[in-house]
């Protein structure tokens, strides 16, 4: 034995991440129940663990200087808020439009001004303006001149500026029929407009659309910046929606479709009515923009803080109300609490924990704020300059005020008034685009936000058990069937590690073809679009009927190849491999939707992770005839059913609003908003959750 132990050669020992690799691989199950553990546990401590927010760029300098806009301005501009509020109620049909009312006041305070003629967009489903950049627009045929939006576009141009970098102000109102609040916020953008006018520190243009929204506040200004980025021109090169003549006189203004430079910024300004319950007036900030994208952090740090230390403005996000009463949450929080307590206790230095109040608060914000950008749809106009990469946010000032504006309209428009004169002069201070900050946060409260570095540690350890569980799975494959396969190559010809290297690509195939269905999915809506113009329940059932058929029919087609050789021998154990596969696309299919929107992968994984970890046949189960294997069961057949697709839905708006005026068609209309605003989430929804769902399903029903 000595001789033959000193003539073999020594075989070297693996390298340490190796054996710790191989180390969480066969203890994958307690991996896995840890990590899964975890993730949720910091999930629910994000609240603690959230900092408070900070101006990052020293450039802004919010609050330097003292507001210069007066009272002459605010005079005016209530002048002006008085015209427009009369407007809606004159019955001459050869009266001036509110368009030419706004564009005269902007030429008498000598700017430039414009009009911008533009066509209600069709909501049409295209697959491919996902994987495109702004919708250039199409121009549609049949409209009528009523029809038409006309939007009234102002500028300055910077006294000391090279025309290279401007300042947008969006205020959005309905043409047909102006609210108070629309006439409102109309008035503080023109006080500001007549401020700026007279200034000598301005740096960068400002422009100030007031938006037409009779067709939608969105689609005004989706309108506006396509032309603005993208002209789109007939042939004879003029712009197919420019229009500089007055709508209603025909009078011409300018030759061109004015521009300015570069956005560095916008803000979209809008008031609304109050509760007579609040103590102050309420500024209500709006930031989610399409698939997650947020503005940078220290614009709203700068409106947060004008707002508070110099308006006297209470701010607030949204949150989820159906959490703040929640009892498990009332529970949890008071945990945390204690735990804090514990930890000052032991440690003065060590401040964690935060009030039962302020975690309710902040938990519910940080849910909301989750929601609105895991779904992917702006919570208003500003959300279509993300789109052109401009930083920007809704300010929506909610005053008590606002149903005796004729008693004390002043006072709200000097307020709102120097609120955005001070944002404005933080933005013409800086010298390049918002950059210092982040870009990926969650907002817990106004003032304090989530980073990126803390809200992805709970998504990594949800994804972390997937790869091992896999590599588990196909190993204890291979090692259960090592016998039977040497048996059977013993008596053959056909080499042992031809077969054992590649079983697994049953399985693959299987996967290949419920993720192929998964696309085909995607784009059947397209073509019911095309064909059908139907009730959404119609809709619905018609969408789900195909989609089952088209199942069948690639599983016929692609699914009835020769299989590899002896492979009944080993069926009892394929199902393993199944799920090997199954978890290996789960996780990369996560892994690149967090690349997309972070937050959908967030709530994505956890749903996905216990749903794939958890799937084992039910024949299995039903054998053993143990408590634990009637768990299991159960616990399979709960998660299938809670993870399917419209199940989530309607449990989710329950939770939300209610279900007391839900109806069947609901989910069609869901969906058809996700594709309307095209929307990467539908895409997840498709093409990863459902061909995962299904493919458990067809784990748990395996034939063993």
């Known amino acids: 034995m000595e001789t033959m132990s000193e003539g073999e050669p020594p075989k070297p020992k693996p390298r340490p991440i190796v054996r710790l690799g191989l180390f969480l691989i066969s203890h994958s199950f307690i991996v896995s129940v840890a990590c899964c553990a975890a993730g949720i546990f910091a999930l629910l401590l994000l609240p603690v663990l959230a900092k408070n927010t900070y101006i990052s760029e020293n450039a802004l300098m919010p609050g330097s200087a003292s507001p210069m806009l007066s ?10 808020v008085n015209k427009v509020v009369s407007f809606d109620f004159k019955t001459d049909s050869s009266s001036i439009g ?46 009528t001149c009523s029809s038409y939006g006309i939007n009234t576009v102002g500028f300055i141009r910077a006294p000391r500026g090279d025309g290279k970098e401007a300042i947008v102000l969006v205020t959005p109102y309905n043409s047909v029929k102006t609210s108070t609040g629309e006439a409102l916020s109309l008035g503080i953008a023109y006080s500001i407009f007549s401020l700026l006018t007279r200034v ?7 422009i100030w659309l007031a938006a037409d929204s009779q067709h939608g506040e969105y689609a005004a200004v989706a309108a506006w910046l396509r032309e603005y980025h993208t002209p789109s021109f007939d042939g004879s090169g003029k712009s197919l929606f420019e229009s500089n003549a007055s709508p209603r006189t025909g009078r011409k203004r300018h030759n061109d479709f004015l521009r300015a430079g570069t ?18 007036d309420v500024l209500n900030l709006y930031a989610e923009a ?19 230390n110099g308006q006297r403005l209470r701010v607030k996000v949204e949150k989820l109300g159906s959490l703040l009463d929640a009892w498990w949450l009332r529970s949890l929080a008071e945990l945390f609490h204690k735990l804090g307590t514990l930890a000052r206790s032991l440690n003065p230095q060590w401040n964690f924990g935060i009030s039962v109040a302020e975690y309710i608060e902040g938990t519910a914000t940080l849910a909301c704020s989750l929601y609105n950008q895991a779904l992917g749809v702006p919570t208003g106009p500003h959300g279509v300059f993300r789109d052109y990469q401009v930083d920007a946010i809704t300010m929506e000032i909610s005053s008590k005020r606002l149903a005796n504006y004729k008693n004390r309209p002043n006072e709200l428009l000097l307020q709102g008034g120097r609120l955005v004169e001070g944002v404005i002069l933080s933005v013409n201070n800086l010298l390049e685009k918002f950059h210092q900050s982040f870009f990926l946060y969650l907002l817990t409260s106004p003032n304090k936000f989530v980073s990126v570095g803390v809200y992805m540690i709970p998504f990594a350890l949800l994804v972390a058990p997937l790869p091992m569980v896999a590599a588990s799975l196909f190993a204890d494959s291979t090692q259960r069937n090592s016998g039977t396969e040497n048996k059977v190559t013993s008596s053959s010809d056909i080499p042992a590690i031809t077969f054992e290297s590649w079983r697994w690509l049953h399985a693959a195939k299987t996967v290949f073809i419920v993720h192929f269905w998964g696309a085909v999915v995607t784009l059947l809506p397209h073509f019911l679009s095309l064909v059908l113009d139907s009730l959404p329940l119609i809709n619905l ?8 058929f088209t199942l069948l029919v690639l599983q016929v087609v692609l699914g009835s190849s020769v299989s590899l050789p002896r492979m009944k021998q080993t069926q009892g154990m394929e199902w393993t491999l199944l799920k090997s596969v199954t978890i290996a696309a789960a996780c990369t299919g996560l892994c690149i939707m967090s690349v997309i929107n972070f937050a959908t992968a967030e709530l994505g994984a956890l749903m996905l992770v216990p749903m794939c970890l958890m799937a084992r046949p039910l024949r299995i189960d039903a054998k053993a005839k143990t408590l634990k294997s009637f768990i299991r069961v159960a616990c399979n057949l709960v998660l299938i059913f809670l993870f399917f697709p419209p199940v989530t839905y309607y449990l989710w708006k329950g939770a939300l609003v209610g279900l007391d005026n839900a109806r069947v068609g609901d989910f069609w209309n869901w969906v058809e908003s996700l594709w309307t605003w095209n929307s990467a989430t539908y895409i997840y929804m498709c ?11 067809h784990t748990l029903a395996y034939p063993c």
């Open 290 to 308: 399409s698939n997650g994208q947020m503005p940078n952090l220290d614009l709203i740090n700068v409106v947060n803080y004008l707002a508070v």
């Open 263 to 280: 956005m560095a910024a916008a803000l979209v300004i809008k008031v609304t009515d109050g509760t007579e319950k609040a103590e102050r």
């Open 687 to 697: 093409m990863v959750h459902l061909p995962c769902w299904v493919l458990c399903v």
């Open 541 to 548: 059932v018609i969408w789900i009927v195909l989609s089952a």
């Open 98 to 143: 509110i368009q030419e009312l706004v564009a005269q006041h902007i030429t008498d305070l000598g700017g430039e001004v414009n009009f911008h003629k533009f066509l209600p967009q069709a909501n049409k489903f295209n697959p491919l303006h996902f994987f495109s950049g702004p919708d250039q627009g199409i121009v549609q045929e049949n409209y």
């Open 200 to 206: 000598t520190w301005l740096a960068k243009d400002v």
């Open 71 to 80: 009272n002459d301005d605010v005079s005016r501009a209530r002048m002006f």
